[in-house]
């Protein structure tokens, strides 16, 4: 117990100072073994998951691969038949009952798993597909009108050519060539300039306009480029209708174009796209899902080795080793089913939500969050997000990453329903068009706007969409308004004029 003596009298406090214990309970998350190694493995693509496996294989002597007959055994095998409210029950009642118990250890609910780094177990360069993809994003909000576009920029090389024919777009999505084309254009409006282009042609033509350089004279050298390969300088001369010295400014102009925009991501690592899962109609009119088999490595431990060593080893060191291999072994085993089983669970429950694009098409697509899936399956948001990254569902109308069939959201303000970004976006975009000359708004009055009307953003987030939609910052915006309004003073401009 501790005691306080004051003395008033002289103005000075005197205190003695005891010693005690106390208890206090915290809380903190703890990454054991087991789950930094199941987090690690499902987010890893097929193709690096069997690099990681094959390197365990080679030291680790306690795992072996399994024959084809074992590894069906071992295998997971659940195969859904999406058919209306039977599967969500059926979803929500596996989740809960039947899952392993390390399933609620990195997946079902647990409340520190979103704080743990994804980013540590992926690579920081961007490719031209990822660039492409983020564009995307911004520039459409409509769930079908994205589907496209992904569909397109899965299509690009890595020059940033798409196919003469565009792999017959319209007809495996079911949309119309119409929709098809306008997505395009708008592809061909993005970053880098000329990609997109579906032949040499059309990117030259596409950073000409870029440039508004895309005259009659330039349109029809760029039309006859056959001509300037051959140095048939005289035919073009007269095609274009220009002098000597028009014509050579014009090919010099053409020789600084990039015929291959595309190439400056060339250095990034590209992968084949081997999908996770097939999704197959079904004969009740549903839709049939099975995991695609060659990508679930297939391993085993060897308990009849390990058997065999324990009652022959002596040294402590060497039983330590091989009880560390054991676990290990184990561990893996065990991270490799659930991995398979979660990517499954996800996957069916996309297709069931998704159930009308399968079905009817891109315009049937229909707007879709991590967080509505999560909650169907009884999993963490985080996990979902693990699985939609780096896995394929191969279907009836094309072969798609599963994070296609999301958009992201903004939580809500006063802790409503949270607000798709493509929606934002749109709402930023919206504030900046209508605000006055006089009165520009900066990011920062911008975040205020969206918190009143219930969209609780970050400072950084607004500068990095409005930078997304090419909108030039505030202090830039009033800039083209001040020398918009000298320029009109200048012209003679009074505002009166009919």
Known sequence: MSKTQ??????????????????????????????MQ??????????????????????????????????????????DQVSGDQLAEAQVRDARDGAMTTYTEWGGGGSGDEDYNLEAFVASETTLSDHLAEQLSVAFTAPAQRMIGQYLIDLV?????????????????????????????????????GVCARN??????????????????????????????KRDIASLRKLCGVDDEDIADMIDELRRLSPKPGMKFGSARLQTMVPDVYVR??????????LNSDTLP?????????????????????????????????????????????????????????DGFFTLGVAHLRPLNLKAVAEAIQMHESTVSRVTANKYMATNRGTFELKYFFTASIPSADGGEAHSAEAVRHRIKQLIESEEPSAVLS????????????IDIARRTVAKYREAMRIRSSVQRRRDNMWSTMNSRASGGTGLDK
């Not at 003469?164 to 306008?182: F, I, K, M, N, S």
């Not at 350089?213 to 050298?221: H, K, V």
């Not at 072994?329 to 979660?342: E, I």
Request: proline share 5%; with cysteine; charged share 25%.
């Open 6 to 35: 004051t003395n008033f009298s002289n103005g000075s406090c005197f205190m003695a100072l005891t010693q005690r214990l106390e208890f206090r309970q915290s809380q903190s998350l703890v990454m054991s073994p087991q789950l």
């Open 38 to 79: 199941a987090i690690k493995l499902l987010q890893l693509s097929n193709l690096d998951l069997m690099t990681f496996v094959e390197e365990e294989l080679e030291c680790n002597p306690l795992l072996e691969r399994a024959s084809d007959d074992a590894a069906g055994a071992e295998a997971p095998t659940e195969v």
């Open 157 to 193: 090389d890595e020059a940033g050519y798409l196919p003469p024919d565009l792999g017959q777009a319209a007809e495996r999505l079911g949309a119309t060539q119409e929709d098809v084309e306008h997505v395009l254009a708008v592809l061909q409006e993005f970053d880098p300039p």
């Open 200 to 229: 040499l042609r059309e990117c030259l033509a596409i950073q000409l306009r870029e440039l508004d350089r895309y005259d009659p004279a330039m349109q029809a050298l760029v039309e006859h480029l056959d001509l300037l390969a």
């Open 281 to 290: 109609p079904a004969p009740d009119g549903g839709w049939h899902v099975e």
């Open 298 to 354: 297939r391993v085993l431990v060897n308990q009849t080795y390990y058997s065999k060593l324990s009652k022959k080893i002596g040294k402590d060191v060497d039983k330590s080793y091989f009880n560390d291999a054991l676990q290990n072994a184990t561990r893996l085993v065990r991270a490799l089913d659930q991995r398979a089983r979660t990517i499954l669970k996800v996957a069916t429950e996309i297709v069931r939500q998704q």
């Open 443 to 454: 990011d920062d009055a911008i975040v205020e706007r969206l918190r009143v009307s219930g």
